[in-house]
């Protein structure tokens, strides 16, 4: 069985500012997707960015880039410039290639950004 | 396009009430979800189908039912309601096609007391 971990329960930045969420996971597979979602005060999941584990290339979205590590089993998020509309919780998850697109989640991170 | 639609979105149950949470989308997905989300923790998969009559377990299925008689519907059920089951429910769906994408709907707040 897959788990994703979440280390950071909390954490906080500056507006501008660029913060790091990590994510680790666990998983004897090689075809893979990893994930982040975000949810916001609205409860409505988000899908920030997705990268294939295939692929080398750190995924990139405008402000929201990952750092892939697949040796090592990490996949962090780096936001960039944060702004007050990245408060949310943020959820790092797995999906096995081919396994009828089951999500497993970690237990979140809750971003808070201040003005 | 209306998406991923979950209805109710809130309600309190008694211990031991019976209801069905509704789940329909109209984006022709053969995959459907449904899944829990506790406070402070992740999302957690009940019970999942790829297509209309094939249902199968998640991670946590005790205490739910599902069927999938159509495409569009995937209602789950919760019979004898108990305070561990007090919990915020998301229906997802996915085209199936390799695409990866899950569509989440807005979620169903439940409180059993």
């Known amino acids: 069985a897959q788990t994703v971990t979440q280390s950071q329960p909390e954490m906080s930045v500056q507006e501008a500012e660029t913060v790091t969420l990590s994510c680790t996971y666990d998983t004897s597979e090689s075809n893979y997707y990893l994930f982040w979602y975000k949810q916001p005060p609205s409860r409505q999941m988000i899908l920030v960015i997705r990268?294939?584990?295939?692929?080398?290339q750190n995924a990139t979205e405008n402000r929201f880039s990952v750092n892939f590590q697949k040796a090592a089993k990490s996949f962090s998020l780096k936001i960039s410039d944060s702004q007050l509309g990245d408060t949310a919780m943020y959820f790092c998850a797995f999906m096995k290639q081919g396994g009828s697109e089951k999500l497993v989640f970690g237990k979140g991170t809750k971003l808070t950004v201040n003005p | 396009n209306a998406g991923v639609t979950q209805t109710p979105k809130f309600r309190i149950l008694k211990i031991g009430q019976s209801m069905t949470l509704q789940c329909t989308q109209d984006m022709n997905h053969n995959y459907m979800y449904w899944y829990r989300q506790d406070p402070g923790m992740g999302l957690k998969l009940i019970y999942y189908?790829?297509?209309?009559?094939?249902?199968d377990k998640g991670e946590v299925p005790n205490g739910y039912n599902v069927s999938r008689s159509t495409t569009e519907d995937f209602p789950l059920r919760l019979e004898l309601a108990a305070p561990s089951q007090t919990s915020v429910y998301f229906c997802?769906?996915?085209?199936?096609?390799?695409?990866?994408?899950?569509?989440f709907g807005s979620g169903t707040q439940l409180s059993v007391l």
């Open positions: 189908s790829v297509g209309a009559g094939i249902t």
């Open positions: 990268q294939e584990a295939y692929k080398q």
């Open positions: 997802a769906s996915s085209p199936g096609n390799q695409n990866e994408k899950l569509f």
